[in-house]
């Protein structure tokens, strides 16, 4: 197991914990693929593991961007910056999706 893996189970553990503890009705509604280098092995083997798991994985996967960068140091939002843009554009689909859930 990588290191993705592990932190992406911790996580899960974390979470599981919490809604034993102090909230039963805490549900994750879906994992954000961030950063998504489809032409790589490692991130579509790693997504997929999430996946064969039967994780709530959200579709589109978010792609890697250096406009990520720019929103930051400009402290503008994506949709206010690159409306158009295919990450803003797979962003408000992740959004869409999840407000569907």
């Known amino acids: 197991m ?3 893996s592990t932190a992406c189970y911790t996580l899960l553990a974390n979470v599981q914990e919490i809604r034993a503890d102090h909230n039963p009705h805490l549900a994750i509604k879906g994992i954000v693929v961030n950063q998504f280098q489809p032409r790589a092995n490692l991130p ?4 997929q593991e999430l996946v064969d798991e039967g994780l709530p994985v959200l579709e ?21 910056l690159e409306p158009k843009h295919k990450l803003t554009q797979a962003l408000l ?8 859930r």
């Open 2 to 4: 990588g290191t993705f």
């Open 44 to 47: 579509q083997r790693l997504v």
């Open 60 to 80: 589109p996967y978010l792609p890697s961007s250096v406009k990520v960068r720019e929103s930051h140091q400009l402290s503008r939002p994506m949709i206010h």
């Open 93 to 100: 689909a992740v959004h869409a999706r999840l407000h569907d």
